[in-house]
């Protein structure tokens, strides 16, 4: 967050997203665990820009709980990206600085892109700095036409392009940078007279140029960072991208993949060095990993902080957080409020849940621990299950230090195991156990001498 650019942001995420063929706004959907217009609201931050404001629209219910950080317009009618500016145009009033554009569908534009752009800007003193692209395949961008001196003349939508305008090489990127004053006061001269009916904002430069203000633009140096993202195919290029712009960071910073194609990191986790990443491994949100966890198969970590030198092999984790050397799976599913400490192991086919499971304890296999207290060095017996739910309220587990849990134990909380206790294999434990103490509760075993054989005499046909 060094920089600091003299510019506010303005994100456009008003829009339907129709190419998605989907039931939520476009900008929602996620890219890396994170959705689209986030990604670009951050990258405003890290730019240092004084505001960021967001339009938002179709499905705002939805946006609008992901900008918490954002000044928000609305725009009611989808009536062009040109319409989205003047719906934000009140909150800019009086307002004499720059202004850098941006989409909300463009997720990969970065800060020092930003801050590229407006320095390139202010250096020039033009009216509208837009930034182009010269992408591999330009269809459904709009093209960037120049007059003969070579200065942007205008920029023609793909449906509006001419056989001729459609052969340019040249795209718009959507990302702009406008001084405020010429922006809003050319506003009112956009008009829908094009092939989709929409006040097109790209219309601005011609208005712009006409009005003899400079027009500037600057060549992104990486195309990848203005792909827009229109369709289903288009978020997959573009989660591609940044799949490896970030595992080739990991990497350089000491991580190591077997196969970073099989590994997704999301753009706010942070991975020590020395920890080995495998196949189909998914970190996602804000989770941060220590130096020399070995993680994956199969495992997928959401906002989770990690010790070092765990082993977490095929886990499902949500807001858990391990100290050092815990050890866990393979198969397990640690959900909201797991802790574990240090030496801790869970093992195979095992779920927990806000609970604590204290240094060097194991839940080896095959068991549920909810709303429990864990204290240090204690066995559960494989099958134990923490009764928590009484089918109205959730109730509290407490195992102290040292005790062991025979297998298949039933702990029907509210309960407190002391420390040293022990329990019978399959006891349904429902008081409370003193420190050192045997819980049993168990009918005891009937023998019935031979009936195997008189069982079966009269039955077997042969
Ligand atoms: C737009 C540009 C095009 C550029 C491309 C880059 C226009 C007319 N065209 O085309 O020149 O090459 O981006 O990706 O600007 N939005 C609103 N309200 C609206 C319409 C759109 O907020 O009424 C938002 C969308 O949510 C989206 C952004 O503006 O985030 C761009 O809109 P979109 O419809 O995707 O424009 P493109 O056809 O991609
Ligand atoms: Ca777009």
Redesign the pocket.
């Given at each position: 967050m060094g920089a600091h650019v003299k510019a506010k942001a303005l994100i456009?995420?008003?829009?339907a997203?129709t190419r998605m063929k989907s039931n939520k706004p476009?900008?929602v959907h996620e890219m890396l665990g994170k959705p689209l217009v986030r990604w670009v609201v951050d990258a405003a931050h890290q730019a240092g820009c004084d505001d960021v404001h967001v339009?938002i629209?179709h499905g705002r219910e939805q946006v609008e709980p992901l900008l918490g950080d954002c000044i928000i317009s609305y725009?009611l009618e989808?009536?062009?990206?040109g319409?989205?500016i003047m719906c934000a145009a009140d909150k800019f009033e009086g307002y004499e600085g720059n202004i850098v554009v941006l989409?909300?569908?463009?997720p990969l534009i970065t800060a020092s892109t930003i801050e590229h752009l407006v320095e390139t800007h202010e250096a020039s003193g033009a009216a509208a700095t837009v930034l182009t692209m010269m992408p591999a395949n330009p269809f459904?961008?709009?093209r960037i036409v120049r007059d003969a001196g070579g200065n942007v003349a205008g920029?023609v939508?793909e449906k509006d392009c001419t056989e001729e305008q459609r052969a340019i090489g040249e795209?718009?990127?959507?990302i702009y940078c406008f001084s405020a004053p010429a922006l809003l006061g050319h506003l009112d001269q956009l008009d829908r007279n094009n092939a989709q009916g929409?006040y097109?904002?790209?219309d601005m430069l011609s208005l712009l140029a006409a009005d003899g203000l400079t027009v500037a633009s600057m060549v992104v140096e990486d195309n990848d960072e203005c792909l827009?993202v229109?369709s289903r195919a288009q978020l997959a290029v573009a989660g591609k991208v940044a799949q490896r712009r970030i595992n080739d960071r990991l990497m350089a910073d000491g991580v190591t993949m077997l196969d970073p194609n099989l590994v997704w990191v999301g753009p706010d986790c942070v991975v020590e060095n020395d920890v080995e990443l495998l196949p189909m491994t998914m970190l996602w949100g804000t989770t941060r990993v220590s130096n020399g966890c070995v993680i994956g198969p199969n495992t997928r970590l959401t906002d989770c902080a990690i010790g070092s030198g765990n082993v977490l092999e095929e886990v499902v984790a949500i807001e858990t957080t391990t100290e050092a050397d815990v050890t866990v799976g393979p198969r397990a599913y640690l959900r909201p409020g797991t802790y574990l400490c240090e030496g801790a192991h869970v093992g195979t086919h095992v779920e927990i849940k806000k609970s604590t499971v204290g240094p060097d304890s194991k839940v080896p296999h095959l068991s549920y621990i909810g709303d429990a207290t864990i204290g240090t060095d204690v066995n559960i017996g494989a099958g134990t299950i923490t009764c928590n739910y009484d089918g109205v309220n959730k109730h509290q587990t407490i195992i102290g230090d040292f005790t062991f849990v025979g297998s298949n134990t039933m702990l029907v909380a509210p309960v407190k195991l002391g420390s040293n206790v022990v329990t019978g294999a399959a006891s349904c434990i429902t008081k409370d156990v003193p420190d050192g103490a045997l819980a049993v509760e168990r009918n005891e075993q009937k023998i019935i001498e031979n009936w195997t054989e008189r069982h079966f005499t009269n039955k077997r046909t042969s």
């Open positions: 456009l995420a008003a829009g997203g476009k900008v339009v629209g725009q989808m009536l062009g990206t319409h989205t989409c909300g569908d463009s459904g961008y709009g920029i939508e795209c718009n990127s959507g929409e097109y904002l790209t827009g229109n």
